[in-house]
């Protein structure tokens, strides 16, 4: 059975870092976002190179540049992100475990294999459901989640972090993506 995988995890909790750079007016590079969260760069710039082809973020060029939202925050859904880094896959893989009955032999009769198998069924309402409720839920609404849970200076403190990273990057003369 598929999943989703960890680096949608990454990835939106990088997003939620970028609705905290565009405040600040200023773009949030990979290795910005992966210092702050603990995690090689490499392994963001590689979830940013497809949150980019699928139009979630725009790269900016340039001294001091780096990753923004392309779209606000309330228009990218959980959705978005889970196809955007693993890809539309399905919930289920149904086998055809049904017309292998060791009671048919070789001539598997029509009714076994009529329709949808009913395990399958469920498994397709399923993926439905779950896929409306991640739909549903958006960038803003995970973030403001996020900013309800945690004590009201961790936001500004993540904010400083970010606006301290912003002249050195400029020193550096780092461009964006990448660095």
Do not use: N
């Amino acid at each position: 059975m598929a999943h989703v995988s960890a680096g949608v995890e990454y990835a939106l909790h990088s997003l939620l870092l970028l609705i905290d750079a565009e405040e600040l007016g200023q773009p949030a590079s990979a290795r910005d976002l992966a210092e702050l969260q603990k995690i090689p760069a490499e392994y963001v710039a590689k979830l940013f190179t497809k949150l980019q082809k699928a139009g979630i973020v725009i790269a900016r060029e340039g001294i001091g540049g780096g990753f923004a939202l392309a779209r606000r925050a309330s228009d990218i859904t959980a959705l978005d992100v889970i196809e955007a880094v693993d890809g539309r896959k399905a919930l289920f893989e149904c086998k055809e475990i049904r017309g292998q009955c060791a009671l048919f032999a070789d001539r598997t009769p029509a009714w076994a294999k009529d329709g949808v198998c009913s395990i399958h069924a469920v498994m397709i309402e399923a993926e439905k459901r779950a896929r409306e409720v991640m739909a549903s839920h958006t960038l803003a609404a995970i973030a403001g989640r996020a900013a309800s849970k945690a004590p009201k200076e961790h936001a500004g403190q993540v904010k400083d972090w970010l606006a301290a990273r912003t002249p050195q990057r400029r020193r550096r003369g780092a461009s964006a993506g990448a660095k």
